[in-house]
Every structure is written in C-alpha cells, then in structure tokens.
C-alpha cells in the first residue's frame, strides 16, 4: 500500500510550534499550505559514535530474472547447447530461404563432450546461394549490436563430406532484413571439433533487434553443438561479463559480492542446487542445471566466474556453501549423510583461497586463474529459518564445526537469523532479510537502534524497499534511503548489507520477481531512483558516525551523519519522505567559519515517479553546492528528496 502523506501528518505534540496557515477553501493537504517551524538538527563532527565498517555496502546476485544468462554473462545465443522441450529446442527454428529445403533433428547419439553427448543435427536436401538454408536464433529478446563491434563467435561442428561447404553465420536485423555482420566458416569432415569465428559490425545503428542465423548453401548434413557468440567483455575477458552492467555496479561503490545466492544457491531440490564442481573447466564440459527460478542454467557464469566478478569489481566475495536445504523442503540428514556437502564445502573453500600446491588451488590453476582470493566470510546456507524440520542448528553445527577447524581464520555467517523468527545459532553472523513496502521500511529505520549488541553482528544479505516493479520507483528510494540512515548508524552492529535482487531483464517474459535495482535488455540498462540512492550513499560512506540529535522533523524525515575522519569531510544524508518541505537549523559543532558544501540530490515529484527504459533519466542525482555556517546553518530539504552534503572541516 502507498504511504500517504500530507502536512496534517505533522506531529500533534508539535502543533504549537506550528504556523499553519490555512489557504481559503482549506488547501490542507498542499505543501504551500503549511508553514513548517524548522527543525533543529545538531551535529559534533569531533564526537564519533560508532565505527562505519568499511564492508557497509555490497553486491548480491543470483540467477533471477535472467540476471546471468541472457543478462551479465556475455553469451549472446539463447540456448546454445540445443537443450530440448516439448516444443523442440527453443528458441532455435529452421530458416529455409527461397526452395531450399532442409530438417532438423535431435541427435542423442553423438556430442562434443560428455556433459554434451547429443547434438542438433541439420539436414539439407537443397540449397543454393540464394537459397541458405540452416537455423536461427532469437538471442534473448534480440541482440544489442553496436556499430564497428567484434563479436566472438565459436562453434562445434561434424560434417560427413566437405560437400556441404563453410557454414554462413550471419546477424540480421529483425525489420529489414538487412545483414549487420556476417562470416563463413570452414568445416571439415571428420570428428567433432569447434571451430571459432568473428562477426564484426560497420557503421549500423545501435539496435536490439537482430537476430543470428547460421546456414549453409549445399546440401549434406551437419551435426552441431555449443554455438556461442560473445559480445565484448568487461577488461576483455574471455567468458566474461557484459560491460556497461559492470560498469553501472562498480558505480555503486561495492566491497564485497554475496555469491551464489539466494535461492539459487540452494536450489529446488539436492540435485539442482549450485553444484560448484559442476560448473569448473572448459565450457562444453558443463551440462547447465535447473535454476530455481523456473529456467535453465548454462553455468557457463561458473564459481571461478563468480571469482573473477569479484576481481574485476575489486571486490571481496562473501562465499555461500550448500548447507544441506533445498527449496521445496528437502533437507539432508546430520551426519554421514551430510559428511560429503561438508567435503564439498571445504574443497571449495580450497579452490578459492588454496595456493597451487593444494589439490583445489591447483584445479583452480588448471582453469586459468593460479592466484588465490582474499576471502574473509562464508555463509552457511540461505534462508533456513524456512527449514521447518528445524535441522539447521545441528546442519550449521556440522559445517562450523569442520570449517571453523580447517579454516579458523573465517568468520561465519549464519542464516536462520532474521527478527521476524527466533535465531538458534550463535554464528559470528547472522544474515536477515528484509523486503518491505515503503511505509513498512520507515517504520523499521530504528529497530536496530535498541538491538542487542552482545550476540552475533549482522549482515542484511538481502533488502529491498518493494512496491515498483520492474525497478523501484522514487517511493521506494525514500524507503531505501530511510533504510540506510538506521544501517549507517547502527554499523557497530550491521557490518555487511546487500540490496536483493540486483538484475531483470526487462523484456517481456524476463522477470521473476518484481522490483529489482538495474534494469536492462538485449542493448541498454537503466538505474532505478533506489540504485542512485544507494549509489550516493556508499560513495559517501565514512568511517564514523558523529555524534547528533534532531528536534521538531516530520514524521517521514530520516538523517545520517557520518565523518570521514582522515579526509575531514561530514557526509549529512537528508532523506525528505514527506510532501512537505523539511526546514531546519544545522548547529556544526567542530566546524568553524564558512565553507562550500556540496549537496548531490535525488528528486521524485510522487512516489510513484520512476524511471523506465524509454525514460532512464526521469529521477537522477543534481550536484549543486551550498554555503554552510557551523554555527546556525539554515537549510531546507525539499519534499520528496534525498540529499547528500559533504561539508569540509
Ligand atoms: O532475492 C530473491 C530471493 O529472495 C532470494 O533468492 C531468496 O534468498 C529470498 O527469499
């Protein structure tokens, strides 16, 4: 439900203090109506009250909302090992151009690889040069090509004869038909083998919709497996991430990456969970698995990819190892049943952290990457407060026990912790979820203040302020933004936290799970009101937070302010949830004379006010500068904004 406000919401006890003026033909709802006394605002930038941790803001993903394939990862083919359903090998089809004529099977006796042991086999009777004949794909929801752009494309082939001639591969684009790159590549007969192949784009326009098609122009018989086409990649790398999705998360400002998940770490059952060791080595040894969130994982987005994120982002992952629970309710036995998810557990924290000379590190050498990752924090499991058999304390129990002796070094984090149901570990951790309305988020801001600060600290893994969708709308920012200021202040406790989910493709039939940080399709992102929200406020984190007390604000009206000692700068975060603004009176003790603060603010006309693909910069942050006096510094916020003030001391 939406948070209605209105300047009657103003405190009755401070009714006195008001000067309300009512407007003939009582207006009392505007904002011009009332006349608000300031409220005062004290803050001693010497006085730090709590530590900020430096690990505040970071990143969590999973695979939801095509967030990897057909998203990060920077596979453009959907489908590219012809994986079948019902309605065949979606979203492959026959192209037959002119007379050609030409059929497709599924051929389960023969394959590149193990994992890979079938192929799609194409059968062409005629074809000419003008007439190709062969099969397309859609990509996901099209592909975003760019002007003078190599894309790298590699494929497996087995041809009988030579006869049938190099396969075409082509990008065209959906409207017109025109072709935007094209190669040929030359097959020969024999065993299976794969073949690579470059298209590169001239001067085209930027566009989405493209499709690929891969034909031949004779007849004979080509058996076909893995074709991959990959767009370039954030730093180049091979099997890597798209870029302008990396670009808009190091925008963040990110410590740490929370991986693999969420639900996708668990899986829906024991079998489709993120079998880690499943998802090492070269590509066509990977099978895929089964996500939970109703499609198929290519894995092709494997843990060292995950590593490798991290890397890129110069960011530290916060592993999460299967812990025995999966979706629909199975859990495994404590015990010798649970023996070899402990082992598992222990091997890939080896493969993470291991040198070479450890048989995991030296797995992890083989795959290309021989330096370790800082690693400072695992998670045992997700979410098992949602075990009802009640088995995680003694599954965690299991799992710390051989962790904490192999790796003593690692703080662990626990997950059946959330202050909606009772916690029964006592982890050095413990990871609690919130997804709420706007109004209910502002209601939450100080349940942290009264915590406990003698049990485990606490990592909010995944939050949300959720009423927009696909991507929050400002309503939700000021949600988020309140949300904040109580994780700021209270960071003695909070030391980790992670916006969920991060990524959806937008495109239809793309989404799982309404209100998500970075919307993008097949060509663009967008941010959200919420991702430049959060983007301000880790941009302007601190090491402290000072000393303050407020008087007199609205109801809807929620502040932080925090020092960065060593650079002398207070970072002042107004969040303004309310229709009315907000005027105060800022005493800066600890800040003589005059200074030009800069204030960056994010502005929503209501709260439904969003940002879309067609519109991505409706709601974006404005950078103005202000003179601020520390003795008495007069400032309003306006409604409905967030702003941050970095003021030099
Ligand atoms: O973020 C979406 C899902 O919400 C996560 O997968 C899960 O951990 C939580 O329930």
Not at 288 to 308: A, I, K, M, R, V
Not at 344 to 357: C, F, I, M
Not at 359 to 364: D, M
């Amino acid at each position: 439900m939406r948070d209605t406000r209105c300047a009657l919401e103003i405190r009755w006890s401070k009714l006195p203090r008001l000067c309300v003026v009512l407007l003939a033909g009582f207006a009392i709802c505007s904002s011009a109506s009332a006349q608000v006394v300031p409220a005062q605002l004290t803050i001693d930038v010497n006085k730090i009250v709590t530590p900020i941790s430096p690990m505040l803001y970071g990143l969590m993903t999973e695979e939801i909302n095509h967030s990897y394939d057909g998203g990060l990862y920077g596979e453009l083919i959907q489908n590219r090992t012809f994986r079948s359903t019902w309605e065949g090998e979606p979203p492959w089809d026959l192209v037959r151009h002119g007379n050609a004529v030409a059929a497709r099977s599924l051929d389960r006796s023969t394959g590149p690889s193990k994992a890979l042991s079938y192929s799609m086999k194409l059968s062409v009777t005629t074809a000419s040069a003008t007439d190709e004949a062969g099969l397309t794909n859609p990509g996901y929801w099209g592909y975003g090509l760019r002007p003078d752009t190599t894309y790298n494309g590699s494929l497996y082939a087995c041809v009988e004869s030579a006869e049938v001639g190099p396969i075409t591969v082509k990008l065209v684009n959906n409207a017109t038909g025109a072709v935007q790159a094209q190669t040929q590549v030359s097959v020969e007969p024999g065993p299976w083998k794969q073949y690579v192949y470059k298209l590169t784009t001239g001067k085209i326009s930027p566009s989405k919709d493209n499709h690929l098609e891969l034909v031949v122009r004779h007849p004979g018989t080509v058996w076909l497996q893995f074709v991959s086409l990959m767009q370039p990649t954030f730093k180049g790398r091979p099997n890597g991430n798209r870029i302008d999705l990396m670009e808009r998360m190091a925008e963040m400002h990110p410590k740490f990456l929370r991986l693999p998940g969420g639900n996708y770490l668990e899986g829906s059952t024991v079998a489709t969970r993120f079998d880690w060791k499943k998802t090492l080595g070269p590509v066509v040894d990977r099978a895929g698995h089964e996500g939970p969130w109703g499609y198929w994982s290519t894995d092709g987005f494997g843990l060292l990819e995950f590593l490798e994120w991290c890397e890129d982002l110069k960011v530290e992952p916060v592993l999460a190892v299967y812990a025995g629970y999966s979706l629909r309710g199975t859990h495994v036995a404590v015990g010798k049943d649970l023996e070899p998810f402990v082992q598992d557990a222990l091997d890939e924290v080896e493969y993470v952290t291991g040198d070479v000379t450890t048989k995991w590190g030296a797995e992890r050498a083989r795959n290309g990457h021989p330096a370790p990752f800082p690693l400072h924090y695992l998670e045992v499991g997700n979410e098992d407060y949602l075990d009802k058999s009640g088995s995680y304390p003694a599954r965690y129990a299991q799992f710390a026990e051989a962790l904490h002796q192999r790796y003593p070094q690692y703080k662990l984090i626990s997950t059946d912790g959330n202050s909606e149901y009772e916690t029964k570990v006592k982890s050095d951790i413990s990871d609690e979820h919130y997804y709420k309305s706007p109004a209910d988020m502002m209601d939450l801001v100080h349940h942290y203040d009264t915590a406990s600060r003698t049990g485990p600290k606490i990592f909010v893994g995944e939050w949300a302020t959720r009423s927009g969708s696909p991507t929050p709308n400002f309503g939700d920012a000021l949600g988020d933004a309140a949300w904040m200021t109580s994780m700021e202040r209270n960071s003695d406790l909070i030391i980790m936290a992670s916006y969920a989910p991060l990524l959806v493709n937008v495109s239809p039939g793309g989404m799982e799970w309404p209100t998500d940080l970075i919307g993008f399709d097949a060509a663009t992102t967008y941010a959200s009101p919420s991702y430049w929200a959060q983007s301000l406020f880790a941009g302007h984190l601190g090491d402290g937070t000072a000393q303050s007390s407020i008087q007199g604000e609205n109801h809807r009206f929620f502040y932080s302010a925090t020092v960065d000692t060593k650079g002398k700068v207070l970072h002042l975060k107004l969040v303004n949830a309310s229709n009315v603004a907000q005027p105060m009176v800022v005493s800066l003790a600890g800040i003589q004379g005059a200074h030009t603060a800069k204030v960056t603010s994010l502005h929503g006309a209501t709260f439904e006010a969003t940002n879309t693909m067609d519109k991505p910069d409706e709601i974006h942050p404005v950078t103005t500068s202000v003179a601020v006096s520390g003795a008495a510094w007069k400032h309003t916020v306006p409604a409905l904004t967030i702003e941050v003030v970095d003021v030099p001391f």
